[in-house]
């Protein structure tokens, strides 16, 4: 379909948080937008006071009259919803232009310069950094992030001067494929979604794939520790990042007394004191990638100090809903055993002498039975691990795979239990907790407010 016939757009899977910053972007552009979603959330309400047409049941006959005309609608879907869903069917038969989210941001970075962040864990809040300073800067950009920031209060950025945008890359369904990148970050391979893959080497194979769609004359920046074997076209920059080594790296490090900062070393212009204004130590990481290819695009040394300082953090990265003297609550968004790691290990390293417990809610079943005995290395860092049940998202249960997995191979002398999620409240009402943290990419996030207003009674 040639853009220019686009007049309406419908998604299949309205509610999710890459779909709603496309929905966003088409919104912005006066086009008509509707579409289906399984359940109402404050995000699809807030599509909704946008302009959205959004309905929560799988019926044909609910589709905007707008979004029928096949010659000028386009239809945009999640691979979440199932092949057999009504309203897909419907508009497979009757001949409309059917995308996945992926394809439509492979399209924009085939129109515009393409800041992309793929990796197994980091990509959001990196592309959300490198969009900040990009967007402070004199380059402006768009942005479609997978997850809402702090300073913006939404997953989407549009300039109308700009030709660069950033674009959260990812794997799953090797949905990145569809990308053309002018500039990429890789923050890590360790391997996920083998659901999808199978095997640790298709995954790595992936991602090897992905760096040879790189626009040539375009550049990579890839985490030193990776396993994967880039294989970039010819004429491709490569540059290597680490917190301590690498191309791009950090001196100088100073963490303490709520505030990080540190001397960002590169290869284009060294930046001393940069601080963060998000200070959790794996952010150092992030900030560095972020930097560096926000300094490709042109970024200066005072808009790069000035973006990171500025930059609040993204709901469920990281994210503080107390923090005093009686209580540090938060909650995290890491799903994968790596993320577990870093989020854990970076908490102790701000707390090292308060009792540390998280909530953890395991996210489907492959992914438990795959790493449960990394979930478990990686929390048992902290002084106590509470387990919820697994939350299934698209999957249905396999046979022997529960938390109690991870339960019975967490280490010595970590204080563990487990319960259902329908229980959590009442254990918050009931304990007095020093700092908690709530982990996960299920729903047992909605509960984060209830939580905070318990702890916060206790004052």
Request: with cysteine.
């Amino acid at each position: 379909m040639n853009p220019n016939d686009i007049k309406a757009v419908y998604f299949v899977g309205a509610g999710g948080i890459g779909m709603s910053a496309i929905a966003r972007y088409f919104l912005q552009k006066g086009m008509v937008v509707g579409g289906y979603d399984r359940t109402p959330t404050p995000l699809t309400h807030q599509l909704q006071e946008e302009g959205m047409q959004i309905h929560y049941e799988e019926n044909v006959a609910a589709i905007p009259q707008a979004c029928t005309d096949a010659a000028h609608t386009l239809v945009i879907y999640t691979p979440a919803v199932p092949a057999e869903h009504k309203e897909l069917i419907y508009f497979r038969q009757n001949g409309f232009e059917i995308q996945k989210r992926a394809q439509v941001l492979g399209t924009l970075t085939k129109t515009h310069k393409g800041l992309c962040v793929a990796g197994t864990h980091g990509k959001t809040t990196t592309s959300a950094m490198c969009a900040h300073i990009m967007h402070q800067s004199k380059h402006d950009c768009n942005a479609f992030l997978g997850g809402i920031t702090k300073n913006y209060g939404t997953n989407y950025i549009l300039s109308e001067k700009s030709d660069y945008v950033v674009i959260e890359a990812d794997e799953f369904d090797r949905s990145f494929h569809w990308l053309r990148p002018w500039a990429t970050v890789i923050t890590a391979t360790d391997p996920d979604h083998l659901d999808i893959y199978g095997t640790k080497e298709a995954y790595l194979e992936s991602f090897r794939h992905y760096t040879e769609l790189i626009q040539e004359g375009g550049t990579l920046i890839i985490h030193t520790n990776l396993e994967m074997k880039p294989n970039t076209p010819a004429g491709v920059r490569t540059y290597t990042y680490s917190r301590t080594e690498g191309d791009f790296h950090a001196e100088n490090i100073k963490i303490g007394n709520g505030e990080i900062s540190f001397d960002f070393v590169s290869p284009i212009e060294s930046v001393k004191n940069i601080q963060l204004g998000h200070p959790v130590p794996i952010n150092i990481d992030n900030g560095i990638a972020a930097m560096a290819m926000a300094q490709v695009a042109g970024a200066t040394a005072d808009e790069l100090r000035q973006g990171m300082k500025t930059f609040a953090g993204v709901d469920r990265r990281f994210d503080f809903k107390i923090k005093n003297e009686r209580h540090v609550f938060l909650s995290d968004y890491a799903h994968h055993p790596e993320e577990i790691f870093q989020s854990a290990s970076s908490i102790r390293q701000l707390y090292q002498d308060r009792k540390i417990t998280a909530i953890f809610q395991p996210h489907l079943y492959t992914r438990t039975r795959d790493f449960y005995r990394e979930f478990a290395a990686a929390l048992s860092q902290l002084d106590e691990v509470i387990l919820c049940d697994i939350y299934p998202a698209r999957e249905l249960p396999i046979e022997g795979v529960s938390s109690e997995l991870i339960y019975n191979c967490l280490a010595p002398g970590v204080e563990k239990s487990m319960i259902k999620k329908s229980e959590v409240l009442d254990l918050v009402r009931k304990r007095d907790f020093d700092v908690l943290l709530v982990l996960g990419a299920g729903d047992l996030d909605d509960y984060v407010p209830q939580i905070a207003e318990i702890l916060n009674n206790k004052d």
